[in-house]
């Protein structure tokens, strides 16, 4: 099967701005704030900080979805957070069960 590139799914992404994203695993809600050609910042859970996560950390992810048709991020740096703005994807599906964190591609 053919799935998109990640350029075409940055896109996407991109139109997260301005929304609040819930990670998937413990449920921290996250507002976006601004997405650019480089990464993204959010601000966790209302906090006057922001986190910067990478466009390299989500192209990680796409990348390893499109080889292995799954992603199991196995520490943070920014993939739990990634993961959950990518599970808003039309063709990613998600389960967390038994504490473990797992994307799916739409067969």
Known sequence: MSYRSFEEAWQDIKKLQDKDIVTLCHRHKNHIVEVDETGLITRPNGSEYAHYVTKGTFKTVWR?????????????????????CIAHLPEVESSYEDGILCLYLRQ
């Open 64 to 84: 390893k979805l499109i080889e292995y048709g799954k992603f199991v991020p196995v520490e943070d740096g920014g993939y739990y957070f990634a993961c959950a």
